[in-house]
């Protein structure tokens, strides 16, 4: 009550102290919700489908940039025979959204895949499968028409991964995604290859058979995926230092008002010393102060996340199912954490001046 | 009244400014337990200065003082000093404006860990001794400064300490009200056995205590 209290006098102040904080931590949530989350999606996809190695070019940053020519595909079918699936991966640009995830699977694949609705191709050339979450945003069932390509498709297969990320996808067979997604003029190419192999055993000859025979490709474990993924891996520590310089900035604005609290209310602070408060005592008061404003402050950042998180979800600029819709509860935890820590951070540079201050000479403060 | 010496001081100074100012200078009195003494003088005669002195808000250029036979100047813990030895009243009443009375008496306590629920139901009784029980919950604002200053003598008593220091306490009250926090400040020195000192320009006030010391230039011009 008292750190309310005291939080009231300078209204202003504490309104413009809070949105400070909430910027900070509603720009550290919203990053990070969107770089785990599109981190597990992938990891989960991978797992879901018992993909122990995927393949890609060493030099690409993200298997949708990873190109594998059919020559190369073939040295490494022949290795591996029918444990290995080829894949097409890539983005489009269509009308009815920016950025369209594009999956291409060979047929023998097709009945791994879990369906909610329909069957798989029949006339590959002239149809096309939904993940449900793109169905359900695009209001798509069995039997209607989508333009794909520049041309018109026919949706026969709804299917749910799990994964909202291949669930926000368009299937199709695999020449028909290499012709989506190839430029004009090149040859159609490959994007990654997954080896299902069945034991630990076979998973490490594996292993070092493509690093070995094949240096042009990189492999992970499938759970590890994203993590190996270089374009995430820049991402990832973007984001960490966005969150350091957001939280860095934030402790900045929290010192600063405690600083005028201290400045302002030295008189009381010398008559608390005077009636026996040790400095420890002051900073007691100040630190609750500092508490409630930051987790007041991670509060609203949180429910700035949030709706930040709809509102980019909900726009097709970024692409369908790639941005978490699910509010991290997690995050929200360790940006109470964060909170705490920026409330007792934040008092180091007041905890100086309390130190320094004289009763007496306080008490003649005006 | 005690015949045991509650406060020894002996030649007492306090200089300023590269000795160039001399606040107090050669200062020597006792007094005792349960005893009122009333430090008069005009503005700047060093009585300010004294009770700081022996509140331990400063320290001394020279000399001694003794409370209860401990020697100030090796007590190195003057919070701990403070809330234990002394209850300070101040001529502005020094209450802290946003804690309600009851929780400006309690912040006394807080130093000497008594847990809060404690804390506050002492305050409580200590409003409810000088009377204003009623505005436990009010804050300083809200209160006239008769209330106020009662409070702070209550805030004063909180920890029962020996010696109890009042800088100017009725400065800025009228009659009715000034009396009312002297008869306050007496009935602690008379029950609770505590010493009280008062800086006072104001004769019945003055007049009210056991003893008078007048101040001049730092020196003790008169005891009466």
């Known amino acids: 009550m008292i750190a309310l209290r005291n939080l009231r006098r300078a209204p202003a102040r504490t309104v413009l102290t809070l949105a400070g904080i909430a910027v900070g931590i509603a720009l550290f949530v919203t990053v990070r919700a969107i770089t785990t989350d599109i981190q597990r999606q992938i990891a989960d996809a991978a797992g879901a489908y018992g993909l122990e190695l995927v393949v890609y070019e060493r030099r690409a940053t993200s298997p949708f940039s990873s190109r594998i020519a059919p020559a190369q595909m073939d040295s490494l079918q022949a290795a591996f025979g029918e444990a290995l699936t080829p894949l097409v991966m890539g983005t489009r640009n269509e009308p009815w959204n920016a950025y369209v995830l594009v999956l291409g699977v060979p047929r023998p694949f097709l009945p791994t895949l879990p369906l909610s609705a329909g069957a798989t191709f029949t006339a590959p050339d002239d149809e096309l499968m939904l993940g449900e979450v793109l169905a359900g945003r695009l209001a798509r069932r069995i039997g209607d028409t989508l333009t794909f390509d520049g041309r018109p498709r026919r949706v026969v297969g709804i299917f749910r991964t799990g994964s909202r990320m291949l669930d926000g996808a368009v299937l199709l067979d695999l020449p028909a995604a290499q012709a989506a997604i190839t430029r004009e003029g090149a040859d159609p190419q490959f994007s990654v290859a997954i080896l299902r192999l069945g034991d630990s055993a076979r998973v490490r000859a594996a292993t070092a058979r493509i690093t070995e025979e094949f240096p042009r490709f990189r492999v992970v474990p499938g759970t590890e995926f994203a993590g190996a993924m270089r374009l995430l891996r820049v991402v990832d520590a973007?984001?960490?230092?966005?969150?350091?310089?957001?939280?860095?900035?934030?402790?900045?604005?929290?010192?600063?008002?405690?600083?005028?609290?201290?400045?302002?209310?030295?008189?009381?602070l010398g008559i608390l010393m005077a009636i026996g408060w040790r400095p420890w005592h002051v900073l007691r008061m100040l630190f609750a102060e500092s508490l409630v404003l930051c987790m007041s402050g991670a509060v609203l950042g949180n429910l700035a996340a949030l709706t930040l998180l709809r509102a980019v979800n909900a726009s097709d600029a970024i692409g369908v199912g790639w941005i978490p819709v699910r509010y991290p509860w997690s995050l929200a935890l360790t940006s109470g954490g964060i909170a705490v820590l920026v409330a007792a951070l934040a008092l180091a540079w007041p905890a100086v001046m309390v130190w320094r201050v004289q009763p007496l000479t306080a008490l003649r403060h005006e | 009244m005690s015949d045991v010496a509650r406060l020894r001081i002996t030649d007492l100074a306090r200089f300023f400014e590269a000795n160039a100012v001399r606040a107090l200078d050669g200062v020597s009195f006792t007094a005792k337990a349960g005893e009122i003494i009333a430090l008069t003088g005009p503005s700047g005669c060093g009585k300010t200065t004294l009770l700081s002195l022996i509140g331990l808000l400063d320290r001394p250029t020279a000399g001694r003082i003794e409370v209860d036979g401990v020697d100030l100047a090796t007590v190195r813990d003057g919070a701990a000093f403070r809330a234990r030895q002394v209850g300070f009243v101040f001529q502005y009443h020094h209450m802290v404006p946003t804690m309600t009375l009851r929780e400006n008496v309690a912040a006394a306590m807080l130093p000497l860990g008594v847990p809060r629920r404690a804390r506050l139901a002492r305050a409580e009784a200590l409003l409810h001794e000088v009377d204003l029980a009623h505005r436990a919950t009010a804050l300083p604002a809200t209160v006239s400064g008769g209330e106020r200053q009662r409070a702070a003598v209550a805030r004063a008593l909180a920890n029962a300490p020996p010696v109890l220091i009042a800088d100017e306490p009725t400065g800025n009250l009228d009659s009715v009200h000034g009396a009312r926090v002297v008869a306050l400040l007496t009935a602690a020195a008379r029950t609770r056995n505590a010493l009280v000192l008062i800086a006072t320009h104001n004769s019945e006030v003055a007049a009210a205590a056991d003893r008078r010391i007048a101040l001049r230039d730092g020196r003790v011009v008169g005891v009466s």
């Open chain 1, 238 to 268: 973007f984001v960490r230092t966005l969150a350091v310089i957001a939280i860095g900035a934030t402790i900045l604005v929290v010192v600063n008002t405690l600083l005028m609290a201290v400045g302002e209310r030295t008189r009381e």
